[in-house]
């Protein structure tokens, strides 16, 4: 199991978005260069973000993104699930019931009725990883990461990205 780096792009650039003015967007092309990564790459992603309301997109010549909702309401979990979707990571196929000892017409009840034990244990790890990035927030990244950067470095993003525009 290995998540996109589209994920990690995400996440970045997200964190990048908190620090925006209310009102003020950041276009595509800035948080590509910043972040070094294509600007084509980065507008899927966030079209990706857009349709889960992780993302508004602003028209017009000041256009861009800014976030939809409060940092502390945007969890690592609905940033995986908007870029990687909804599927479960495991798909029991049910093999057990293609063993060659068995009669596949007349499978018996521990075959069929009862759930496959790998299955079960599959699910609940990725519950317990969904609740898990469900309890982590960008807000709680934010504060995290502001904690352990040089402040210098901090207020050098933001002047960056409020001085987008004047490039």
């Not at 084509?40 to 256009?63: D, E, H, P």
Request: hydrophobic content about 35%; proline content about 4%; overall charge neutral.
């Amino acid at each position: 199991m290995q998540f996109s780096i589209g994920v990690e792009y995400a996440l970045h650039c997200l964190l990048y978005m908190v620090d925006i003015p209310s009102g003020k967007t950041v276009g595509i092309k800035d948080l590509a260069t910043f972040q070094g990564v294509s600007e084509t790459y980065l507008s899927k992603v966030y079209t990706k973000l857009r349709k889960a309301g992780i993302v508004k997109s602003i028209s017009g010549v000041n256009g861009g993104y800014e976030l939809a909702r409060i940092p502390e309401s945007i969890t690592f979990w609905n940033i995986v699930e908007a870029i990687e979707g909804t599927t479960p990571l495991f798909q029991c196929a049910e093999i057990r019931q293609n063993e060659i000892l068995l009669d596949k017409n007349n499978l018996p009840d521990t075959y069929t009725k009862c759930p496959c034990l790998i299955k079960v244990v599959m699910v609940e790890a990725e519950d317990q990883m969904r609740q898990y990035l469900n309890n982590k927030t960008l807000g709680w990244l934010y504060e995290q990461v502001s904690n352990k950067i040089p402040e210098e470095h901090g207020k050098a993003t933001i002047e960056w990205f409020n001085n987008t525009k004047s490039r």
